[in-house]
């Protein structure tokens, strides 16, 4: 169990956090500083300062948070596509509408033309992670002979665009966007159904490999 002084600062690092978030959108990233986001989160210039010495660290570690996920959840054993894929499908979908992504996301396309580097961090400690995990599962399936997939790369942009277009983007612009889990699971399931048909491993594809 966690001391008393260790959960007092998680709730600073927290509230920190939360606080940085919302004075990035309300008033962009340059604008901000780490004195007003220490007034904002109710700590202490110096208490800020310890945990996040820069405004670019504390910026890596919202990314970091958001796209956090549980220690294996981004492992897919190989031997049964349809289930892996949809397992990650789903992990996928759960990150994308946890709360506070999309305003992460209008934080990066607004200030990555004067901050490159927020859009290298958001790909770099978040996404690219999760894309990876796609990407070697399914270069997986293919040496395990359930899948084609020649280029991995590119099947797994494909297979996170077909998901990311229904579950994330149109929450961009659209307030009121908010499909049902039904339809999440739904638009995953179509997602992995268009993955199988496109790589299964048919009677010349076996007989090539073979």
């Not at 008393?4 to 600073?12: F, I, L, P, T």
């Not at 959108?25 to 604008?31: A, C, P, T, V």
């Not at 700590?43 to 990314?63: G, H, N, R, Y």
């Not at 359930?146 to 991995?152: A, F, K, N």
């Amino acid at each position: 169990m966690p001391t008393y002084h260790e959960r007092m600062a998680e709730q600073k690092r927290t509230a920190i956090v939360d606080a940085a978030t919302e004075l990035f959108l309300e008033s962009g990233y340059d604008k901000t500083s780490l004195a007003r986001i220490a007034d904002a989160a109710g700590v202490s210039k110096a208490t800020l300062f310890k945990q996040f010495p820069t405004k670019a660290e504390l910026f890596d570690a919202i990314v970091t948070d958001y796209w956090r996920t549980e220690e294996g959840a981004l492992t897919s054993q190989p031997g049964d596509p349809a289930k892996g894929l949809t397992a990650l499908g789903n992990r996928y979908v759960a990150l994308l509408t946890r709360p506070g992504m999309v305003a992460l996301f209008r934080i990066v396309i607004a200030e990555t033309p004067r901050f490159p580097e927020l859009g290298q961090t958001q790909f770099k400690l978040g996404k690219q992670p999760f894309f990876d995990s796609v990407r070697d599962y399914l270069a997986a399936e293919h040496e395990a002979g359930t899948l084609v997939v020649e280029d991995p790369v590119l099947a797994a942009t494909q297979f996170l665009g077909m998901i990311s277009n229904f579950a994330f983007w149109p929450r961009m612009l659209l307030v009121n966007w908010a499909p049902t889990e039904k339809a999440m699971a739904h638009s995953v399931d179509e997602a992995v159904q268009t993955v199988l048909a496109r790589h299964a491993v048919t009677a010349a594809t076996g007989a090539a490999r073979a």
